[in-house]
């Protein structure tokens, strides 16, 4: 019988294409789906003629598997994959390896990571970003788990991801190790989420010139066509120059005809729950994840819009200098997403004792993924340059290009106000630029107005860090204090 070299459960789009990837690569691919049947079509269709061995069971499946076994899971993510697991385990040996390829929460992996290895498996939960056409070409993969199983996944893996420069193949491969349990679920869902903020400023952009400046889809699209040309050059921005410019067979712009509520997975939510669990400022995410609630109230906004006022004036001004000014605003708030999201990574590193190589996930983001740009081969220069960068911000580059954006960006914030036009993502960065930047913050008044009314304590400017007080501000507190601090 012929031996194959990876397994792979779950035969819906992204699945079917990994395994036609795997493939195209010279890897032999055992392949299992819960309706059978699906097998069958695969086997005959897509997979005719190639190096793929269709199974009608988990232990025909196992059996046709090189040892170590790898057996890798594209499954709806939650109970499904637990399920799956558990039927798996008795069918394996000690050292076999069992992959999670979904969508998974990262802390659900760092379970399953424990409750594999003590059954004497190896588990890896990865992300795989990139969509269909990334998975059948070249995805970007974010493999994170028990260490030891890398070394077994990594011929396949480096060799299907997708490649930087773009389609070189010897060129560097968007895969490579994150870190132990959780980390590559987890560095996946702040991908996500820093896709959200991307999708979220463009979408603002895009707001500012339809509705500020009066533009055409036309014209919107030359736009991000001549910004996919610069230092904005990625995947979302050319993607949107597509989908303005496209018209349907009666000639219709269908980005018009589109209802304006966003949906969503949830890992956007994800990334933000996980921000607030590390006491991270991941604003522009959070901003942008509310944007999409605030969109789906469609009967709400309707009857408010014909109750609530504001600002009527149209732009008067030079609209070619706007869209410039708006370019640099576009510019200067990704690099405040980008550099939120590295500050979140770094706080989970640290909670969880991963050990993150920064730089490589850039490397690994900048082709095959949704968020692939020019602008992630600076923060892996930036990394390169300084492995211990506490902030990107304060790379050099960045620094450099966000005061050359700042003027810019103030007047593009200050007129989506005047216009009454809503930039959550883009002012929100704007406000933490504005906060970061400053040596000292109105807290000393938040803190004391804590004290006043909880005892809560205060920390002091004239003594050593560590040591708290407390004021009697009205005489008749008593000293008595809280010891719910949490600084």
Not at 289 to 297: D, E, G, Y
Not at 423 to 437: E, V
Request: with cysteine; net charge negative.
């Amino acid at each position: 019988m012929t031996q194959a070299d990876i397994g792979l459960i779950g035969l819906a789009v992204m699945g079917q294409n990994l395994v036609l990837n795997m493939a195209d690569h010279g890897f032999t691919v055992a392949v299992f789906n819960r309706t059978t049947s699906v097998v069958d079509e695969f086997i005959a269709g897509p997979a005719k003629g190639k190096s793929i061995i269709g199974t009608h069971s988990l232990p025909e499946l196992v059996a046709t598997l090189k040892r170590p076994r790898r057996v890798m899971l594209m499954v709806k993510a939650g109970q499904p994959v637990d399920d799956f697991i558990e039927k798996l385990i008795p069918l394996l040996e000690p050292g076999d390896i069992i992959i999670d390829g979904g969508n998974s929460n990262y802390e659900d992996s760092i379970r399953r990571t424990a409750y594999v290895e003590s059954k004497g498996l190896l588990f890896i939960g990865t992300g795989v970003s990139g969509g269909e056409e990334g998975a059948r070409h070249g995805p970007s993969i974010m493999p994170g788990g028990s260490p030891a199983a890398w070394p077994h996944v990594k011929p396949i893996f480096q060799a299907i991801a997708a490649k930087v420069p773009e389609g070189d193949p010897n060129g560097a491969p968007c895969c490579d190790w994150v870190g132990e349990n959780g980390a590559g679920h987890f560095v996946k869902m702040v991908h996500n989420g820093i896709e959200y903020g991307d999708m979220q400023i463009i979408a603002e952009a895009y707001h500012l010139m339809k509705e500020g400046l009066g533009m055409t889809n036309d014209e919107m699209s030359d736009v991000f066509a001549a910004w996919n040309k610069g230092k904005l050059e990625s995947y979302l921005i050319e993607i949107t120059s597509d989908i303005l410019a496209y018209r349907d067979e009666e000639g219709q712009a269908v980005v018009d005809l589109i209802l304006d509520s966003a949906g969503q997975k949830g890992t956007g939510k994800w990334t933000v729950v996980s921000a607030l669990d590390q006491g991270t400022p991941l604003t522009l995410v959070g901003e942008a994840v509310f944007a999409r609630f605030l969109s789906a109230l469609v009967d709400e906004r309707a009857a408010a819009a014909k109750g609530l006022s504001g600002p009527t004036t149209q732009f008067t001004g030079d609209r070619a200098a706007f869209l410039a000014d708006l370019e640099e605003a576009v510019y200067a708030a990704k690099i405040v997403s980008y550099a939120q999201g590295y500050m979140l990574m770094a706080a989970a590193a640290k909670a969880y004792d991963w050990h993150l190589n920064l730089g490589g996930i850039a490397l690994m983001w900048r082709g095959g993924c949704i968020i692939r740009s020019v602008f992630l081969g600076k923060i892996k220069e930036a990394f390169d340059a300084d492995p211990e960068l506490p902030n990107l911000l304060l790379a050099p580059y960045f620094r450099e290009a966000l005061q050359g954006a700042d003027a810019a960006w103030r007047r593009v914030v200050a007129t989506a106000v005047q216009l009454g036009i809503p930039t959550p993502a883009l002012s929100s960065a704007l406000a933490f630029y504005d906060g970061y930047r400053r040596e000292r913050l109105p807290a000393n008044l938040t803190q004391a107005q804590r004290d006043y009314f909880g005892a809560h304590t205060y920390e002091r400017i004239d003594r050593p860090r560590g040591q708290f007080f407390h004021t009697n501000w009205t005489g008749r507190g008593g000293a008595v204090t809280s010891r719910a601090y949490q600084a």
